[in-house]
Each structure stands twice: as C-alpha cells, then as structure tokens.
C-alpha cells in the first residue's frame, strides 16, 4: 500500500523554537505540498514543491520554509515558532499529472507554547 | 482566483437516510473536482474524483457526485448513510499547470449521522 509518513502525530514546541516536520512518501511522486488545515478555514496550501530543489509558494508561505534534497522526502521548516502556527500540518503527493488525486499523510498537529 | 464554496458547514441526518453535500467551485477552465473525506485525527482519503467524461462520477464507500458546469457544482451524495460515514468531507479543485494539479480546498462540511 502506499503512504506519506508524517514522522510525528503531536509535536509541541515553545514560541521562538525553529521547528522541523518531515514527510516522506514511497510512490516515487516527483509533487509534495505542505498544507495548514483551521477549523472553518478547510486546508491552505503553504509550500510545494514538484522536483527536488524545487519549491514553489503556496498561499500561506509567510514564517514557513522548505526544504526538499531527496525525491521522497519534503520537509517544513518554522524558522521561529509562534503561537499562530499552532495548527494540524498535512503533507500530500501526487503523480507528473497530478489527475490521480493526492495521498495525505495523517497529520502533524502542532501546538506553539 | 479559483476557489470552491461549501455553504454547509454542519449536517445532521439518521442513519440510512439520503445524503446530498453541497460545493461550488470558481475557475476559469474545465476543472478537475475532488471529494475527500477525512476522519477524526486522520489525513484525508479520496472519495471521486472528476476529470471529464460522464458526469456522474461514482466513488468508493457508496458514494456519487455530478458535475454540472452550468451550475458550476459537484455535489455529493449517497442514497443511505451509515452511522460510519460521520467524518468530514471537502471538496476541492485542481487548479494550475505544468504537469502538476495544485488542489484548493473548501472550508469542508462536517457530517453527524444519528442512530
């Protein structure tokens, strides 16, 4: 079965902290995409990225980085955490097309303290 | 700007009642239309999918949308609903290009089925 791996379920971090969440999928997916999801807000689309060393601002980029060295592996970086990214982080991928939909991960939520 | 509008942001039905969720979409091309579901502390799982062809597009768990480009809506529906299909469901449509599809999400519809 495929999968996106988010390495953590629950993270909590204190305000300022810099702050990794890492996804890795096995479908050999040129396209990862890092969204936030918010309670009556649906998924915002923060960073993705269609080729290694490639990325690309989503909607949302503001305090956020990437980092993708590796095909299978796209990481996102919270230079300095603040209360605001609290939130559930989920990483998806897709195909060249990106027709076959994308496969989630589980989720990352992460509370700034 | 492509966005896609889900006007329910709550929904009660019995169980195996009908159930039919509710999006619009705004793009300019022939779109690409998803429905996701995702359960309590879960990603999010492909229900269907539309890309062109027949407008009725049948999905998994029993599921259905339409697409009608006049209306520019792809609601979903299922015939009876199992206490199991409580989730929360988001529509979302694939919008950019150069080989990848950038996905735009609804603010999602939150289903409770009672007994």
């Known amino acids: 079965d495929v999968k996106v791996t988010q390495s953590s379920r629950y993270l909590v971090k204190r305000t300022g902290e810099k702050v990794f969440l890492e996804c890795v999928q096995d479908?050999?997916?040129?396209?990862m995409f890092w969204y936030r999801q918010d309670p009556g807000l649906g998924l915002r689309l923060i960073y993705f990225?269609?080729?290694?060393?490639?990325?690309e601002k989503g909607d949302i980029p503001e305090g956020y980085s990437v980092s993708r060295e590796k095909k299978e592996r796209f990481s996102l970086i919270l230079e300095s955490a603040s209360t605001n990214q609290t939130s559930m982080y989920l990483c998806?991928?897709?195909?060249?097309?990106?027709?076959?939909?994308?496969?989630f991960g589980s989720g990352t939520r992460l509370t700034v303290v | 700007a492509q966005s896609v509008t889900q006007p329910d942001i709550h929904i009660t039905v019995s169980e195996g009642a009908s159930l039919e969720l509710r999006c619009n979409y705004s793009?300019?091309?022939?779109?690409?239309l998803f429905w996701y579901v995702q359960s309590p502390g879960q990603g999010l799982q492909l229900l269907l999918k539309?890309?062109?062809?027949?407008?009725l597009v049948q999905g998994i768990k029993g599921f259905e949308a339409e697409f009608k480009r006049s209306q520019s809506s792809f609601n979903l529906r299922k015939p009876s609903v199992h206490w199991s299909d409580a989730a929360e469901y988001f529509c979302?449509?694939?919008?950019?290009?150069?080989?990848?599809?950038?996905?735009?999400f609804g603010a999602g519809t939150r289903l409770a089925v009672h007994p």
């Open positions: 998806a991928s897709t195909g060249p097309e990106g027709v076959g939909g994308y496969t």
């Open positions: 479908m050999d997916h040129e396209n």
């Open positions: 990225s269609y080729d290694v060393k490639m990325k």
């Open positions: 793009y300019g091309a022939t779109p690409y």
């Open positions: 539309y890309f062109s062809g027949d407008t």
């Open positions: 979302a449509v694939g919008a950019g290009s150069g080989g990848y599809n950038k996905l735009i």
